[in-house]
């Protein structure tokens, strides 16, 4: 099993980015598949989930309005676009997925300043 992250880089406030998470090494379309982020100093928190057919989707209150979650299970990759972005995104973001929801991806780095 592999989640490979990609997207992220340095922003400034207002801007937008889109990170992906390809996979691989699973039945992707069989699974849940999330996004978590680290900020420094913080711990590892839930920003988004999205159930295997991408009907339902979840997201942490910070974040409501602003991202958005989605997935292309013909392609094996979840989408984490990400709208109007302040300083406070600034982290560490993780994918997570497959078999009992047990592997995550080595993280990519959003930096949101001006």
């Known amino acids: 099993v592999q989640l490979v992250e990609s997207g992220g880089g340095l922003v400034q406030p207002g801007g937008s980015l889109r990170l992906s998470c390809a996979a691989s090494?699973?039945?992707?379309?069989?699974?849940?598949m999330s996004w978590y982020r680290r900020a420094p100093g913080k711990e590892r928190e839930l920003v988004a989930g999205?159930?295997?057919?991408?009907?339902?989707?979840n997201y942490a209150d910070s974040v409501k309005g602003r991202f958005t979650i989605s997935r292309d299970n013909a392609k094996n990759t979840v989408y984490l676009q990400m709208s109007s972005l302040k300083p406070e995104d600034t982290a560490v973001y993780y994918c997570?997925?497959?078999?009992?929801?047990?592997?995550w991806g080595q993280g990519t780095q959003v930096t949101v300043s001006s």
């Open positions: 997570r997925g497959g078999p009992w929801n047990n592997y």
């Open positions: 090494g699973f039945t992707f379309r069989s699974y849940f």
């Open positions: 999205i159930a295997s057919a991408g009907g339902r989707s």
